[in-house]
């Protein structure tokens, strides 16, 4: 059974920054890409960011291109979400995702694996 942890959510002021971490364990890992979603209340759970494990291609959202940046470390089976100039609509939990599915997460949300969540506030 594959495990995805996620940490480094919190409370933060708009402009600040945070970085998210997602830890790997178990079968994940003949995942293809590794994603992070959010959900904010009483909305549907939205693509964020990708990662292909093996040639580090990304993909963002609209939404966050330009200030998030997504980064793998296979040795540690660890992606990262680094958040800069956090918004206040930039609250929800994030979740971190791994799937075998080699087509774009920001259309397909077809995912192997979840996390179980962390919550991300960004007060104004």
């Known amino acids: 059974q594959a495990q995805l942890v996620e940490s480094g959510g919190g409370l933060v002021q708009a402009g600040d920054s945070l970085r998210l971490s997602c830890a790997a364990s178990?079968?994940?890992?003949?995942?293809?890409?590794m994603a992070w979603f959010r959900q904010a209340p009483g909305k549907e759970r939205e693509f964020i960011a990708s990662?292909?494990?093996?040639?580090?291609?990304?993909d963002y959202s609209d939404s966050v291109k330009g200030r998030f940046t997504i980064s793998r470390d296979n040795a540690k089976n660890t992606v990262y979400l680094q958040m800069n100039s956090l918004k206040p609509e930039d609250t929800a939990v994030y979740y971190c995702?791994?799937?075998?599915?080699?087509?774009?997460?920001?259309?397909?949300?077809?995912?192997?694996?979840w996390g179980q969540g962390t919550q991300v506030t960004v007060s104004s």
């Open positions: 178990g079968r994940t890992f003949s995942a293809y890409q």
């Open positions: 990662v292909t494990l093996s040639e580090g291609n990304t």
């Open positions: 995702a791994a799937t075998i599915f080699r087509g774009p997460l920001s259309e397909y949300n077809i995912v192997n694996y």
